[in-house]
T-cell receptor, first 116, second 113 residues
Framework: AQSVSQHNHHVILSEAASLELGCNYS??????LFWYVQYPGQHLQLLLK??????LVKGIKGFEAEFIKSKFSFNLRKPSVQWSDTAEYFC??????????????FGKGTKLSVKP | DADVTQTPRNRITKTGKRIMLECSQT?????MYWYRQDPGLGLRLIYY???????NKGEISDGYSVSRQAQAKFSLSLESAIPNQTALYFC????????????FGDGTRLSIL
């Protein structure tokens, strides 16, 4: 069965520090990859997505992620975090059948706390 | 944005009660989903529906049932609630055609005493 692993449960950074959150998945076929963010008390919102093409994907709020197929990874990065980035981040994967998609499989999430 | 609306937003109830959580959407999407979120476990899929006549079990369907009353409405029921069903429940939608990511409602926080 497909699975998604997020290596860090809780990351604590100071403002202006750089961020990298790890995500690995287990499926060997064609996949779509997503990062979602959940701010405290809110629902999930899409940060960025990868379907095909350039493996370096840029999303909202200065976030980016790089798909490395050989490593089955899709790590999220941001050069300089802000206090407002404090949230929980979820990596998700689904299978790409070429015109339709399988169901999303979520990682367990990484809580990011940014100290002002 | 209120494209996906969940009711109620919060509910406290007792063990053994029947609970219904409702979800409606204005996005015109074919697929609808119910997830539960527990601390440290991420989101887990309970049930999903590709259209009104198509209902499928997800990863953790035991103890739950669903009804797809119309393309826009998908309700989740707990027939006899138990404390370990205390969680945050999210409804989501996606478009069947293409590779659209899912859109989430604001969640229902359910506490079972």
């Amino acid at each position: 069965a497909q699975s998604v692993s997020q290596h860090n449960h809780h990351v604590i950074l100071s403002e202006a520090a750089s961020l990298e959150l790890g995500c690995n998945y287990s499926y060997g076929g064609t996949v779509n990859l997503f990062w979602y963010v959940q701010y405290p008390g809110q629902h999930l919102q899409l940060l960025l997505k990868y379907f095909s093409g350039d493996p370096l994907v840029k999303g909202i709020k200065g976030f980016e992620a790089e798909f490395i197929k050989s490593k089955f990874s899709f790590n999220l990065r941001k050069p300089s975090v802000q206090w407002s980035d404090t949230a929980e981040y979820f990596c998700a994967v689904n299978e790409n059948y070429g015109g339709s998609q399988g169901n999303l499989i979520f990682g367990k999430g990484t809580k990011l706390s940014v100290k002002p | 944005d209120a494209d996906v609306t969940q009711t109620p937003r919060n509910r406290i109830t007792k063990t053994g009660k029947r609970i219904m959580l409702e979800c409606s959407q204005t996005k015109g999407h074919d697929r609808m989903y119910w997830y539960r979120q527990d601390p440290g476990l991420g989101l887990r899929l309970i049930y999903y529906s590709f259209d009104v006549k198509d209902i499928n079990k997800g990863e953790i369907s035991d103890g739950y049932s669903v009804s797809r009353q119309a393309q826009a409405k998908f309700s989740l029921s707990l027939e006899s609630a138990i404390p370990n069903q205390t969680a945050l429940y999210f409804c989501a939608t996606s478009d069947l055609v293409g590779n659209q990511p899912q859109h989430f409602g604001d969640g229902t926080r359910l506490s079972i005493l």
